[in-house]
T-cell receptor
Framework: RKEVEQDPGPFNVPEGATVAFNCTYS??????FFWYRQDCRKEPKLLMS???SGNEDGRFTAQLNRASQYISLLIRDSKLSDSATYLC???????????FGRGTSLIVHP | DARVTQTPRHKVTEMGQEVTMRCQPILGHNTVFWYRQTMMQGLELLAYFRNRAPLDDSGMPKDRFSAEMPDATLATLKIQPSEPRDSAVYFC?????????????FGDGTRLSIL
């Protein structure tokens, strides 16, 4: 089993839709979690951190489920500009080595 | 806004040539990462440094790749000799790890093509 797994998609949704991605991780000692966004041929950019209590930033909500070892990202009221690849990152405790998922592709169409 | 700076942005060269990529991490960050990204493999961690000391380079082909951090403001990744299969985007990222909760920030990347 890969350390961090994501459904590659693509998720093809209309504007205004709500879409959710999950990311599973295998190391139960993982300590920190993040979602990054990557546009085509650009660098990954931090979207949001994922806290144990969950967190929300505008239309984006991230949650952590330690018992089932996954994190999720919910995007409400999708915009065309949300089209990108969303990467989850899991940081293992102790060594603090980040592991990236392969990413989930989102396409928002008019 | 503080940024990670990578040079060059693009590099095209013939196989067998030496390639050097440079990275200036964000001031105050104590950890520097080198990644390679291809369509087939996604984002691969090649090497990383903490407080300038190399901690892990197990993702890097040792026979041709080398990573160094001669001072706190410069990290380098060298390929010698380069091969066509090294064509990829190489990203440098920096972060501060003291409690594990700080995210890393990426440079714009070096787009490398080996002919």
């Amino acid at each position: 089993r890969k350390e961090v797994e994501q459904d590659p998609g693509p998720f093809n949704v209309p504007e205004g839709a709500t879409v959710a991605f999950n990311c599973t991780y295998s190391n139960s000692a993982s300590q920190s979690f993040f979602w990054y966004r990557q546009d085509c041929r650009k660098e990954p950019k931090l979207l949001m951190s994922v806290y144990s209590s969950g967190n929300e930033d505008g239309r984006f909500t991230a949650q952590l489920n330690r018992a089932s070892q996954y994190i999720s990202l919910l995007i409400r009221d999708s915009k065309l500009s949300d089209s990108a690849t969303y990467l989850c990152v899991v940081v293992s405790g102790g060594s603090y080595i980040p592991t990236f998922g392969r990413g989930t592709s989102l396409i928002v169409h008019p | 806004d503080a940024r990670v700076t990578q040079t060059p942005r693009h590099k095209v060269t013939e196989m067998g040539q030496e390639v050097t990529m440079r990275c200036q991490p964000i001031l105050g960050h104590n950890t520097v990462f080198w990644y390679r990204q291809t369509m087939m493999q996604g984002l691969e961690l090649l090497a990383y440094f903490r407080n300038r000391a190399p901690l892990d380079d197990s993702g890097m082909p040792k026979d041709r790749f080398s990573a160094e951090m001669p001072d706190a403001t410069l990290a380098t990744l060298k390929i010698q000799p380069s091969e066509p299969r090294d064509s990829a985007v190489y990203f440098c990222a920096s972060g501060f790890y003291g409690g594990g909760d700080q995210p890393q920030h990426f440079g714009d990347g070096t787009r490398l093509s080996i002919l």
